[in-house]
């Protein structure tokens, strides 16, 4: 199974929502023994969910990752805000268009879950 998430929301509330979603999805995943790819596609003003300090959310991000969860920001958003890839968590892909990668995933069969 291979599940894309896309989220632009800058709101704790919504990003938390999310990070409880992906938690809820892996632990099923697990008890149904099914194979799962997972990718969240950050962009917009969600960016601060990959920010490594001043970040509530930055040690459930960083354990989602531990279980393969991708974190991928969008270019565009990083040049936006004046920043680099280096000033996220460790970790998190890069791809020039976040929906460009979320529309080419869509067309390779991916689930699409907007948060």
């Given amino acids: 199974m291979k599940v894309v998430f896309q989220i632009t929301s800058g709101d704790a509330d919504v990003q938390l929502s999310m990070l409880g979603q992906l938690h809820n999805l892996l ?8 194979s799962l790819e997972v990718e969240v596609v950050v962009h917009g003003q969600a960016w601060n969910l990959l920010l490594p300090t001043a970040n509530p959310l930055a040690e459930k991000v960083r ?4 279980r393969t969860v991708l974190f991928i920001i ?3 958003t990083l040049r936006g805000r004046e ?16 929906i460009f990668h979320l529309v080419k995933r869509q067309q390779e069969g991916w689930a699409y879950i907007r948060c």
């Avoid at 354990?63 to 531990?66: A, F, I, T, W, Y």
């Avoid at 920043?83 to 020039?96: E, N, S, Y």
């Fill in 27 to 34: 632990a099923q995943a697990a008890i149904e023994q099914t």
């Fill in 63 to 66: 354990l989602l990752q531990e």
């Fill in 74 to 76: 969008c270019a565009n």
């Fill in 83 to 98: 920043m680099q890839l280096t000033d996220l968590l460790p970790g998190i892909a890069l791809v020039p268009a976040a």
